[in-house]
């Protein structure tokens, strides 16, 4: 059996070398450079091994493509393209309608459509089923199911295979036979009774990280306000068994997921009527946190930044990834440069970003931590300026939030 994934990101290039030791892959891209490094054998993708990939691409289980000739009789489609925040921060569908464009106008055959991309309810009934038959040049008809992806990149312990997936087809058959396709890799399916429930489910699970974690950052400035330790303090208050659930302040969220999906959820309360008012407020609490943080900073360091030597330590969105998407570290800097600092940042396992490289970890007067991966030494951190903030809780020595 043949599978196309349509995007070759985080999402697409997992499920492809999970579904590789199954189906025949073609990884369909439309970025052609990511096509190319792919067939060479070389993942772009933490959590996914090149020596995996070479292993696919050597059985004739892989191929990278980006051309829609290699996927016109393929039987299992897998959507997995960006769905962002438009300028406007209204959902942006215009991946979604470019993958379905190129499976209409390439898929001759019948297959199953499987949506992973993280939408609004009613995406697959209303726009993805719609758009596929729009621009289908033959009558065939396609079986069109959802199963939102719940990957986290960069994580050891919960993969394909031992994730729980939600799955709901468009009909029963769909239904059937995306249970059938995803059991060859993953041990607990779960099917829920439409595409509109999974893709709201989806929704709620970011949404829910995104309140709680709203609410840790604003617990954080209150305990700060009353002078005690937010870290002792939640700590404390996770000692209850039940009921509670620890998250931990930041200088704000980062990555495709936390601060994009609550606004798709929403963008259609809004639409439908609901209100979001507690989505909404969220955001803006967790946006808020960078400027919260350079407050603190600047309060510290009698109340000016101007010409100071800033060195922001880690701009990946979280550690051990070099994702930037959305990062809480661009926020911080901008706030910084527009108090007159000046500004650098070290982060080696992103190394570039922005046009800018990866600076020393030493000779500022100020560190922010934004980030902290596993291999930078903490004791480095604490050396590289005379003042030292850390919105991770991880840097012991330096002051923090
Ligand atoms: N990254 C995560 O941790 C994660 C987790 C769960 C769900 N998701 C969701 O999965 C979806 C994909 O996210 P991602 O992180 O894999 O994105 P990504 O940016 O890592 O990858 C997307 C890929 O799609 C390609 N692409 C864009 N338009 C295309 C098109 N028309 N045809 C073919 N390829 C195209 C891009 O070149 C890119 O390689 C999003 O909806 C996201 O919200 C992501």
Known sequence: MKVAIIGQGYVGLTISVFAGQFFEVFGFDNNRSIVRQLNSGISHIEGVESSVLQKRIKDGRYKATASGSDITDVDFVVIAVPTPLSKGRQPDLTYIDAACRTIGENVKKSVLVINESTSFPGTLRNYIKPAIEKYSKSSVEHLYAISPERVD??????????????YAGLTAEASEKTRDFYSKFCDNLIEVSSPEVA????????????????????FAQITNALGISVYETLDAANTKPYGFMKFTPSAGVGG???PVDPTYLAAVAEEHGAPA?????????NLEMSKYVVDRVQAD?????????VLIVGVAYK??????????????????????AVVSWHDDVVGTWLGENSAPLSGADISIVVTKHDSVDEKAIVASAPYVFDTTGKVAGAKGL
């Open 153 to 166: 990149p960069g994580r050891g312990d919960y993969n394909q295979k031992n994730t729980p997936r939600l």
């Open 199 to 218: 893709e709201a489910a989806k929704l709620f699970e970011n949404t829910f990280r995104q309140v709680n974690i709203a609410l840790v950052n604003e």
């Open 256 to 258: 495709h997921c936390i």
């Open 277 to 285: 008012t507690f989505i909404r407020r969220a955001n803006d609490v």
């Open 301 to 309: 360091n009698g109340g000016l930044l101007q010409g100071k030597s």
């Open 319 to 340: 550690p051990n990834v070099a994702d930037v998407r959305e990062t809480a570290a661009e926020l911080v800097i901008n706030h910084l440069r527009e108090r007159g």
